[in-house]
């Protein structure tokens, strides 16, 4: 258990640059917060203790923002960040290494239809490992977000997700496919090798320098070799370079 709880301290560290050591992630970290009450959560209602299970997870959301139904299956390595606003069904199924953001929904679709009918069937969304979810992003509905897929800030998916996949807007489209490295987290979808946007324009401006730079050189080569060609000729009429 203590390994478990070490594991979800490494992996926020490892995943919010803001985090500074594992006290402050203990006492600050409201995901870890909800998550451990999760466990709590889920413990009481498999042994169909399912009032306690709802009730420890009132609890949390009271303390933490977070609200997680005691019957979803969240995966290790879980993390929400801010936290606040995020709202996770009864059906819901997460896996490993998965990030949330503020804000984000995974529920189901259809308020008005017989609740009787949908009980205990399968309406929350299922996230597979790696997923990143953005601020405010809604995911309704039982569809399958793909492994180590994006979902933009604001986003709503109402349909399955293909892994490495990013989708934006709403409802969701596809912005960008690709796979690539999981095992470096980007925190808010930024690498370590992308420079800020200040750096990104210095070196621009450098390059379109240094192509000036050698089309100057160029032409003051081509300007030498007219000004040989015109010294060499016998009637001192330029000639044209190559002729
Ligand atoms: C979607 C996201 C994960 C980026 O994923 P990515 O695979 O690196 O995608 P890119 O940044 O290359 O964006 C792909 C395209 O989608 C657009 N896009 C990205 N996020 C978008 C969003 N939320 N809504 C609409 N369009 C978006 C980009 O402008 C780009 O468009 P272009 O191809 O026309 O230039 C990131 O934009 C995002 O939303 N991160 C969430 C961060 C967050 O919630 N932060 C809260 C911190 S408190």
């Known amino acids: ?43 009481f209602w498999k042994r169909r203790l399912r009032l306690l299970g709802r009730w420890v997870s009132q609890v949390a959301r009271w303390l933490t923002g977070i609200e997680i139904h005691p019957g979803a299956t969240l995966g290790r390595r879980f993390f929400i960040d801010h ?25 189901g679709v259809a308020p008005s239809v017989d609740s009787d009918a949908q009980r205990g069937t399968k309406r929350h969304p299922t996230l597979l490992d790696g997923v990143i979810v953005g601020s405010g992003a809604q995911i309704l509905g039982p569809v399958t977000v793909g492994q180590c897929a994006r979902v933009g800030a604001n986003a709503v998916v109402v349909s399955d997700v293909d892994c490495d996949t990013t989708v934006v807007g709403i409802p969701a489209k596809v912005a960008r496919k690709d796979s690539r490295d999981q095992a470096q987290f980007m925190p808010y979808a930024q690498g370590a090798d992308i420079a800020d946007p200040i750096l990104r ?34 009637d001192g009429k330029p000639q044209a370079v190559g002729a």
């Open 83 to 107: 936290g606040m606003g995020v709202v996770i069904g009864e059906s819901a199924v997460v896996g490993d290494d998965v990030t949330l953001y503020h804000g984000v929904t995974l529920g």
């Open 1 to 43: 258990m203590f390994d478990r709880m070490k594991e979800d301290i490494q992996a926020i560290m490892a995943r919010d640059p803001a985090a500074k050591s594992g006290l402050e992630i203990l006492l600050c970290y409201p995901s870890l917060h909800a998550v451990w009450a999760h466990r709590l959560a889920s413990f």
């Open 201 to 234: 324009e210095l070196a621009a401006t450098r390059q379109a320098m240094l192509k000036l730079q050698q089309r100057v050189e160029s032409l003051e080569e081509e300007r030498e070799r007219l000004v040989l060609a015109d010294d060499s000729s016998e």
